[in-house]
């Protein structure tokens, strides 16, 4: 009885792992689309949507993968190896999503979007004359 849920949930975990790849293929893909669509008036700010289309997909892509490895590795047998594995499967991948939440944010998750501090600029132009 155990093998066969170990095996139904290696065939789920497998599905979830092509599921994390297909959002990120998707992403990629959407953000083509809106390159192309808005090829003859590209701005800045369509670069910035393009460039959050894909780090949003890559985002959720890899969390999907992270809950599949976490999948895949409960049903095999829990040894050192495969657990230190894991550990450094999920610490790369989240590594990876933090950082490209900052990108694509300008902040730390942790941090609230009203108390960030802006940058000063002086009140009065200096001249050099």
């Known amino acids: 009885m155990i093998e066969y849920l170990a095996h139904y949930i290696d065939i789920i975990a497998k599905t979830i792992e092509f599921l994390g790849v297909l959002i990120m293929v998707a992403g990629l893909l959407f953000a083509v689309y809106l390159a192309i669509k808005s090829i003859h008036n590209f701005t800045h700010q369509t670069y910035l949507e393009i460039r959050q289309a894909v780090g949003k997909s890559i985002l959720l892509g890899l969390e999907v993968l992270i809950a599949a490895d976490i999948m895949a590795t409960v049903v095999t047998t829990p ?16 590594f990876l999503s933090l950082s490209l939440q900052v990108e694509l944010e300008g902040r730390f998750p942790w941090q609230n979007k009203n108390n960030l501090t802006k940058q000063e600029t002086p009140a009065t132009p200096i001249n050099d004359s």
């Not at 040894?79 to 989240?94: E, K």
């Open 79 to 94: 040894t050192l190896r495969s657990v230190m594995v894991l550990g450094f499967i999920v610490l790369i991948r989240t």
